[in-house]
């Protein structure tokens, strides 16, 4: 017997949940009255608050976030399509009639609908997709390629937590174009039994790890999590709307407000990596500098 807490009935809670609420927006209407709205609540534009805002127009400010949502779009589609490789590599001779194997399977399926989801959000948005640095290129080739078991799950909880908090706020904001906020609650939904997959997978494989094995994976999810939160900002959007790059880029370093936002975007994430043992110095040093902490 299992009690409701053993993982197998947690998986199967989880696959419970995705064959009763599970969505696809990909034939969803477009509200007319989209173009003249913000692509994302304003306030989670780094550049909220500094002086290169407040000269802006309301229309310009409107499209720079419709530009920055294009952005933050991308970068979830590149986090999505790197863990589904990761994981799918993991499981490719086990038992697919598992519980959590199942799961993964449903997941990936989830996250291929995101993906399209997202990028037909990116199209309505009319920005165009915005290229991403090589590093975050590098970053993600490392990922895919050497990411083991907890460092995956890890990685990816941190930028799904960092994206939960903020399409939470984005979803409810009617100053938001109606495809951003569909779209925001749909992944809201989905992926809240992803990230307690996620959660899970890693409390599984701490069990069993060594005391330098956690202790190397403690920095390294700290530095997939810094790439995350640092590729957020992609100086190609700024350049596209006009700004100068050294300007903004100085403004953004300095403002308060768009740090306490990702602090408080992180905070989850900070919780539940603090109880599950895996924060050090090195680590806490790492996520400040990244202002997630």
């Keep these: 017997?299992?009690?409701?807490?053993?993982?197998?009935?947690?998986?199967?809670?989880?696959?419970?949940?995705?064959?009763?609420?599970?969505?696809?927006?990909?034939?969803?209407?477009?509200?007319?009255?989209?173009?003249?709205?913000?692509?994302?609540?304003?306030?989670?534009?780094?550049?909220?608050?500094?002086?290169?805002?407040?000269?802006?127009?309301?229309?310009?400010?409107?499209?720079?976030?419709?530009?920055?949502?294009?952005?933050?779009?991308?970068?979830?589609?590149?986090?999505?399509?790197?863990?589904?490789?990761?994981?799918?590599?993991?499981?490719?001779?086990?038992?697919?009639?598992?519980?959590?194997?199942?799961?993964?399977?449903?997941?990936?399926a989830d996250e291929n609908l995101h993906s399209l989801m997202f990028a037909e959000a990116i199209e309505r948005l009319g920005t165009g997709h915005y290229r991403l640095d090589r590093s975050m290129v590098l970053a993600g080739w490392l990922f895919r390629t050497f990411a083991w078991d907890e460092i995956a799950y890890a990685i990816v909880l941190a930028g799904e937590e960092?994206?939960?908090?903020?399409?939470?706020?984005w979803m409810r904001d009617d100053r938001v174009a109606d495809t951003?906020?569909?779209?925001?609650?749909?992944?809201?939904?989905?992926?809240?039994?992803?990230?307690?997959?996620?959660?899970?997978?890693?409390?599984?494989?701490?069990?069993?790890?060594?005391r330098p094995r956690r202790f190397v994976g403690t920095i390294v999810i700290a530095i997939g999590a810094h790439v995350i939160a640092k590729g957020m900002i992609n100086k190609r959007i700024y350049r596209s709307v006009g700004l100068d790059w050294s300007t903004v880029r100085a403004e953004i370093s300095r403002n308060e407000h768009h740090r306490m936002m990702?602090?408080?975007?992180?905070?989850?994430?900070?919780a539940f990596l603090d109880r599950e043992k895996l924060l050090n110095g090195p680590a806490r040093w790492i996520y400040r500098k990244s202002h997630l902490l």
């Design 1 to 108: 017997m299992t009690g409701p807490d053993h993982p197998a009935a947690v998986y199967d809670r989880l696959l419970d949940s995705a064959r009763r609420l599970s969505f696809d927006l990909r034939e969803a209407e477009v509200d007319a009255a989209d173009q003249d709205r913000y692509g994302m609540s304003p306030e989670w534009s780094p550049l909220f608050g500094t002086p290169s805002w407040t000269d802006l127009t309301e229309s310009a400010r409107k499209h720079l976030t419709r530009c920055e949502a294009s952005h933050f779009l991308g970068v979830a589609i590149w986090l999505e399509v790197a863990l589904q490789i990761v994981l799918l590599r993991r499981v490719h001779n086990v038992d697919p009639t598992r519980a959590d194997v199942k799961f993964l399977f449903n997941e990936c």
């Design 162 to 169: 960092v994206f939960d908090v903020m399409q939470r706020d």
């Design 180 to 210: 951003v906020r569909r779209t925001s609650y749909v992944h809201v939904v989905e992926e809240s039994r992803h990230m307690s997959f996620a959660r899970q997978k890693i409390r599984d494989h701490l069990v069993r790890v060594s």
């Design 262 to 270: 990702f602090r408080r975007a992180a905070s989850p994430l900070v």
